[in-house]
């Protein structure tokens, strides 16, 4: 259930989301969190193909496993 502080001037019968921001187990807000994940992406991107010239792709490791 959510009880607002305020009320919120919308016509009765229309669809609204709500979003609710909240602290992670990190205690790091949504915005911070994104941010994280996103360096770490970039990160893991920027690692060199060790091997470009083969033919092994993701897929197939996936596969294997």
């Not at 979003?19 to 770490?40: D, H, I």
């Not at 690692?47 to 496993?65: G, M, Q, T, W």
Request: net charge negative; charged share 30%; hydrophobic share 40%.
């Amino acid at each position: 259930m959510v009880v607002l502080d305020q009320p919120v001037p919308v016509p009765e019968g229309t669809k609204v989301s709500v979003f609710v921001p909240t602290l992670n187990q990190r205690g790091l807000s949504v915005e911070e969190e994104v941010a994280r994940s996103k360096a770490a992406l970039a990160e893991i991107l920027a690692i060199p193909d060790e091997n470009p010239n083969d033919d092994f792709r993701a897929e197939d490791h996936d596969k294997i496993l």
